[in-house]
Nanobody, 125 residues
Framework: VQLQASGGGLVQAGGSLRLSCAAS????????MGWFRQAPGKEREFVAA???????YYADSVKGRFAISRDNAKNTVSLQMNSLKPEDTAVYYC????????????????????WGQGTQVTVSS
């Protein structure tokens, strides 16, 4: 399984960015997908996830500002980030669930078996 993330960049506080992740190597629609992030000096943290049935779940810190979606026809998952804050600055990683047809979205990074290379998001104040 290969994951290729794109869409990061530099944006001012209050601005928007859209991250995308293209997946290949297995039947995309059977698996949940997630986004995580890691800021300098901090541990990687959960941001958002979408199940194979498109149920979504968000970290409290991004709820109402970020939206995760998937396009099974294009094997992609996206993260629309609005009202960005300086504290959103991090390397963002897309990840693919290791288990197919998971009923409940998982927020644990240990349940994600495949990871993209990361894309930098920098929000200036």
């Amino acid at each position: 399984v290969q994951l290729q993330a794109s869409g990061g960049g530099l944006v001012q506080a209050g601005g928007s960015l859209r991250l995308s992740c293209a997946a290949s190597g297995r039947t995309f629609s059977w698996y949940g997908m997630g986004w995580f992030r890691q800021a300098p000096g901090k541990e990687r943290e959960f941001v958002a996830a979408i199940s194979w049935k498109s149920s979504t779940y968000y970290a409290d810190s991004v709820k109402g500002r970020f939206a995760i979606s998937r396009d099974n026809a294009k094997n992609t998952v996206s993260l629309q980030m609005n009202s960005l804050k300086p504290e959103d600055t991090a390397v963002y990683y897309c990840a693919a669930d290791g288990s197919a047809f998971r009923v409940v979205v998982t927020t644990s990074e240990y349940e994600y078996s495949y990871w993209g290379q990361g894309t930098q998001v920098t929000v200036s104040s």
